[in-house]
């Protein structure tokens, strides 16, 4: 302690302890402090995690808030609403399931009556129809998916719950878990993914392949539409307003007032024989519809169809805020049966918010039924509102009147003989969201005429026309799809669409002048529609994860006011005179060209379509055969060159209208001839004409309408295809080289006479 003291006298010393203290201190003071700070770190960590969650679970509540609040009472109104109905038409369900607060169970089933059992499921697919409309393809060893079991979720809903009363409290609840469940899961993975909005029409931006389309994409450049031009470039559709929105999984609703009898004549899509012995009444209803219409009055409005979509259709996600459609319908004597189940399908297979009326357009249907009896059925569905036309208009000014009234902002246009697959609806309104120049057509399915199965059809079919503007359905190749990396649920850019199922929106549709009004009745306004969306800016796309199914007929089923084959001929000559341009001779010289004698044909005045492709800016046929459809063999005339006479071993000249042989040369412009689609033989202006009374030839302004222009050459149909053939009534003549004085001249044809055998340098086509 002394020695203690002594040492700490010394001020110096006490210096030092005070130092060495105060340095101790400080470190303990730091040490402390780094303690606290760490801890309120986690503590705000905790608290951040916990707020996230919160957002997140606001999020999530939003999103299901449309569909708790919305979805599910208009699904449960419009279910109440089906159900009523329902009860009148099947007669199959049970009213004291509806009263029950039970679970579904046993006997709940067995106490549904069930129907008769006249019919036995069909072995092997029924023939096929020799249908008029051109049917897709159908899937060779690839059954369809017949049970309920394609979505686990759906499954739930269907199976345990379809059987469950509709005023049953928990009701609601099961609907709203089921939307709920399939929201979250869109909302953790997808959470802000994509990008959002329109896009003015036009702007499309090309970006050259660089493999998968979902490898390339980086956060800023999120593709919202990657799709594949014909000159294996991706476009991709980019986000111009980045407008964000949220996202879910596409809703594959299947509602049903009643719970469906797993035995139901024709449930599941599956095929169905009648008996033998009943052939007499399928025959004599046959004709109602051009289908089996006694079988189809026996299938439930409300079947079950398999799920035919590509297996990643049903977790693709698509924008929480699409816009709402009008389904419109139009019919002219269609069959109560498949018209009743064209709407149910719609009913039971769209999200309801999204649905926002159907549309029936009665064309003057002559039927009875379709009157008071389709208005009283109809009265007790709200969505559905009939319209009856006063005269019959035909089936394109009878979806133009639906247009009209239509308050949806998208219009959907569907066949009054089809059935809406799950999922069927949204995926087309995306495609429209993302881009309104888009114009979404579903898959077309077959629903076979005679067994009412439905069939799936092939992956990657794609709507062509071959001349003369005949529509037709062509697999994209192997290599095409390899090649380009497409996937079995990727949009297909279609050249030209069939017609009676797609989704346009509402103002776009009128933007582009809506259908060109002068066409009648039936057929040719799929070209006219697809020809003008293309040309003036938008694009047609089948969209594989949409699928509904169609009867296609061998002969339409109601009469045309005039005759059907000039109805269908007027009306694509009306379509190639305005959008075809140089290409509407091809479309003559397929058989048409007596649509060209002015006194046979009156297409009518085409003045206002016309201006509306010049109001448009609308581009050339030529830009849409070399950018939309380049595989079409198009040559703007058939042969071309010089034109070489066998016998003589000279080559046609003309100089100032008059006509000589010379020897061949093709640096000499006067050599040089065409031989068109009109079947001219044309110099520029000038064609050769024959006055088959007077034996005479001359050099004439050339003409479309004037048939003593036309000439036969390597017809296929002509027994002398080297020829030059003129023909009048039954009587033919061929031009011939005379020998002597090197003169044409018409003469009795002659297949062994080398005078009469011409040859041009180049053909074309045949
Ligand atoms: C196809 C189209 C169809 C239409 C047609 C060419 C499909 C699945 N179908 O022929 O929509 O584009 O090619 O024009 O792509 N209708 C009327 N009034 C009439 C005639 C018909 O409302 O004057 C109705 C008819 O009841 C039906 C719809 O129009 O609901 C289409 O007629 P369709 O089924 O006879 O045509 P389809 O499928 O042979
Ligand atoms: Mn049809």
């Given at each position: 302690?002394?020695?203690?003291?002594?040492?700490?006298?010394?001020?110096?010393?006490?210096?030092?302890?005070?130092?060495?203290?105060?340095?101790?201190?400080?470190?303990?003071?730091?040490?402390?402090?780094?303690?606290?700070?760490?801890?309120?770190?986690?503590?705000?960590?905790?608290?951040?995690?916990?707020?996230?969650?919160?957002?997140?679970?606001?999020?999530?509540?939003?999103?299901?808030?449309?569909?708790?609040?919305?979805?599910?009472?208009?699904?449960?109104?419009?279910?109440?609403?089906?159900?009523?109905?329902?009860?009148?038409?099947?007669?199959?369900?049970?009213?004291?399931?509806?009263?029950?607060?039970?679970?579904?169970?046993?006997?709940?089933?067995?106490?549904?009556?069930?129907?008769?059992?006249?019919?036995?499921?069909?072995?092997?697919?029924?023939?096929?129809?020799?249908?008029?409309?051109?049917?897709?393809?159908?899937?060779?060893?690839?059954?369809?998916?017949?049970?309920l079991d394609h979505t686990p979720l759906l499954?739930?809903?269907?199976?345990?719950?379809?059987?469950?009363?509709?005023?049953?409290?928990?009701?609601?609840?099961?609907?709203?878990?089921?939307?709920?469940?399939?929201?979250?899961?869109?909302?953790?993975?997808?959470?802000?993914?994509?990008?959002?909005?329109?896009?003015?029409?036009?702007?499309?931006?090309?970006?050259?392949?660089?493999?998968?389309?979902?490898?390339?994409?980086?956060?800023?450049?999120?593709?919202?539409?990657?799709?594949?031009?014909?000159?294996?470039?991706?476009?991709?559709?980019?986000?111009?307003?980045?407008?964000?929105?949220?996202?879910?999984?596409?809703?594959?609703?299947?509602?049903?007032?009643?719970?469906?009898?797993?035995?139901?004549?024709?449930?599941?899509?599956?095929?169905?024989?009648?008996?033998?012995?009943?052939?007499?009444?399928?025959?004599?209803?046959?004709?109602?519809?051009?289908?089996?219409?006694?079988?189809?009055?026996?299938?439930?409005?409300?079947?079950?169809?398999?799920?035919?979509?590509?297996?990643?259709?049903?977790?693709?996600?698509?924008?929480?805020?699409?816009?709402?459609?009008?389904?419109?319908?139009?019919?002219?004597?269609?069959?109560?049966?498949?018209?009743?189940?064209?709407?149910?399908?719609?009913?039971?297979?769209?999200?309801?918010?999204?649905?926002?009326?159907?549309?029936?357009?009665?064309?003057?249907?002559?039927?009875?039924?379709?009157?008071?009896?389709?208005?009283?059925?109809?009265?007790?569905?709200?969505?559905?509102?009939?319209?009856?036309?006063?005269?019959?208009?035909?089936?394109?000014?009878?979806?133009?009147?639906?247009?009209?009234?239509?308050?949806?902002?998208?219009?959907?246009?569907?066949?009054?003989?089809?059935?809406?697959?799950?999922?069927?609806?949204?995926?087309?309104?995306?495609?429209?969201?993302?881009?309104?120049?888009?114009?979404?057509?579903?898959?077309?399915?077959?629903?076979?005429?005679?067994?009412?199965?439905?069939?799936?059809?092939?992956?990657?079919?794609?709507?062509?026309?071959?001349w003369p503007l005949v529509f037709?359905?062509?697999?994209?190749?192997?290599?095409?799809?390899?090649?380009?990396?497409?996937?079995?649920?990727?949009?297909?850019?279609?050249?030209?669409?069939?017609?009676?199922?797609?989704?346009?929106?509402?103002?776009?549709?009128?933007?582009?002048?809506?259908?060109?009004?002068?066409?009648?009745?039936?057929?040719?306004?799929?070209?006219?529609?697809?020809?003008?969306?293309?040309?003036?800016?938008?694009?047609?796309?089948?969209?594989?994860?949409?699928?509904?199914?169609?009867?296609?007929?061998?002969?339409?089923?109601?009469?045309?006011?005039?005759?059907?084959?000039?109805?269908?001929?007027?009306?694509?000559?009306?379509?190639?005179?305005?959008?075809?341009?140089?290409?509407?001779?091809?479309?003559?010289?397929?058989?048409?060209?007596?649509?060209?004698?002015?006194?046979?044909?009156?297409?009518?005045?085409?003045?206002?379509?016309?201006?509306?492709?010049?109001?448009?800016?609308?581009?050339?046929?030529?830009?849409?055969?070399?950018?939309?459809?380049?595989?079409?063999?198009?040559?703007?005339?058939?042969?071309?060159?010089?034109?070489?006479?066998?016998?003589?071993?000279?080559?046609?000249?003309?100089?100032?209208?008059?006509?000589?042989?010379?020897?061949?040369?093709?640096?000499?412009?006067?050599?040089?001839?065409?031989?068109?689609?009109?079947?001219?033989?044309?110099?520029?202006?000038?064609?050769?004409?024959?006055?088959?009374?007077?034996?005479?030839?001359?050099?004439?302004?050339?003409?479309?309408?004037?048939?003593?222009?036309?000439?036969?050459?390597?017809?296929?149909?002509?027994?002398?295809?080297?020829?030059?053939?003129?023909?009048?009534?039954?009587?033919?003549?061929?031009?011939?080289?005379?020998?002597?004085?090197?003169?044409?001249?018409?003469?009795?044809?002659?297949?062994?006479?080398?005078?009469?055998?011409?040859?041009?340098?180049?053909?074309?086509?045949?």
């Amino acid at each position: 302690m002394v020695a203690c003291w002594r040492y700490l006298r010394s001020s110096r010393r006490v210096l030092g302890f005070v130092f060495v203290a105060s340095v101790i201190w400080l470190l303990l003071d730091m040490a402390a402090l780094r303690l606290s700070i760490g801890d309120a770190t986690s503590h705000l960590m905790a608290a951040k995690v916990i707020r996230d969650r919160e957002l997140v679970a606001t999020r999530k509540e939003k999103v299901t808030q449309l569909m708790d609040e919305s979805v599910a009472n208009q699904v449960i109104r419009d279910r109440e609403l089906v159900g009523t109905r329902q009860e009148k038409v099947t007669q199959l369900m049970d009213e004291s399931v509806a009263n029950q607060d039970q679970d579904f169970d046993e006997e709940d089933e067995k106490s549904n009556p069930q129907p008769v059992k006249l019919y036995r499921l069909r072995k092997k697919g029924g023939k096929a129809g020799n249908d008029q409309q051109v049917q897709p393809k159908l899937v060779v060893n690839k059954p369809a998916n017949l049970s309920l079991d394609h979505t686990p979720l759906l499954e739930t809903f269907l199976v345990k719950k379809d059987s469950i009363a509709l005023n049953r409290p928990d009701f609601k609840d099961t609907i709203i878990e089921f939307v709920k469940t399939a929201g979250n899961t869109s909302i953790q993975e997808f959470k802000e993914e994509l990008p959002v909005k329109e896009r003015p029409i036009n702007q499309i931006e090309d970006v050259p392949a660089q493999g998968p389309p979902n490898t390339s994409s980086t956060k800023e450049e999120t593709p919202i539409g990657a799709m594949l031009t014909n000159d294996s470039k991706i476009v991709h559709v980019k986000d111009s307003g980045s407008i964000k929105a949220g996202v879910h999984q596409v809703l594959s609703l299947d509602m049903t007032a009643s719970p469906r009898d797993p035995n139901g004549v024709g449930q599941f899509g599956q095929a169905v024989v009648v008996p033998s012995e009943q052939d007499a009444q399928v025959k004599k209803r046959w004709n109602e519809g051009y289908f089996n219409v006694y079988l189809s009055e026996q299938i439930p409005v409300d079947r079950a169809i398999p799920d035919t979509r590509p297996k990643i259709c049903a977790s693709n996600v698509v924008h929480d805020d699409l816009p709402s459609t009008s389904v419109i319908f139009c019919f002219v004597d269609e069959v109560w049966s498949t018209l009743l189940r064209s709407v149910h399908s719609v009913l039971n297979r769209s999200p309801p918010h999204l649905l926002k009326e159907i549309i029936l357009v009665d064309d003057f249907s002559q039927k009875a039924y379709l009157k008071d009896q389709l208005d009283k059925y109809m009265a007790d569905l709200p969505k559905v509102r009939v319209i009856h036309l006063k005269e019959r208009q035909g089936l394109i000014r009878a979806r133009m009147a639906g247009a009209a009234v239509a308050e949806g902002e998208v219009l959907t246009f569907l066949d009054s003989h089809v059935e809406c697959n799950v999922g069927w609806l949204e995926p087309l309104l995306e495609r429209i969201y993302v881009d309104r120049g888009k114009v979404a057509c579903p898959v077309i399915e077959v629903i076979s005429d005679e067994d009412l199965s439905y069939k799936l059809v092939d992956n990657f079919q794609r709507g062509i026309f071959n001349w003369p503007l005949v529509f037709g359905w062509k697999a994209l190749s192997d290599e095409y799809v390899k090649k380009n990396y497409l996937t079995a649920a990727d949009p297909i850019r279609c050249p030209v669409m069939a017609g009676g199922l797609f989704s346009i929106d509402k103002t776009y549709f009128y933007e582009l002048g809506a259908y060109d009004p002068g066409l009648e009745v039936w057929g040719g306004e799929n070209m006219e529609i697809s020809f003008k969306v293309w040309m003036c800016g938008g694009e047609i796309e089948i969209i594989p994860c949409s699928r509904v199914g169609h009867i296609f007929r061998g002969q339409n089923p109601y009469t045309f006011p005039k005759d059907r084959r000039k109805t269908v001929e007027r009306n694509l000559a009306r379509v190639a005179e305005v959008w075809l341009d140089e290409y509407k001779d091809l479309f003559y010289g397929h058989g048409y060209h007596h649509l060209l004698d002015s006194d046979v044909m009156d297409v009518g005045d085409l003045s206002q379509q016309v201006k509306l492709r010049e109001r448009l800016h609308c581009k050339s046929f030529k830009w849409y055969l070399d950018n939309v459809y380049p595989e079409l063999e198009a040559p703007l005339v058939k042969a071309e060159g010089l034109v070489f006479n066998q016998g003589l071993r000279r080559c046609l000249g003309m100089q100032d209208g008059v006509l000589f042989f010379d020897k061949c040369n093709l640096t000499h412009q006067s050599q040089h001839f065409n031989y068109t689609w009109l079947q001219q033989v044309r110099q520029q202006q000038r064609c050769l004409e024959h006055s088959f009374k007077q034996s005479s030839l001359s050099v004439e302004p050339c003409n479309r309408t004037r048939s003593a222009q036309r000439w036969l050459h390597k017809s296929s149909k002509s027994k002398l295809p080297e020829h030059l053939i003129v023909e009048t009534g039954s009587k033919l003549a061929c031009l011939e080289a005379a020998p002597k004085f090197r003169i044409l001249r018409l003469a009795p044809c002659n297949a062994d006479n080398p005078f009469q055998q011409w040859q041009f340098t180049h053909y074309h086509a045949e």
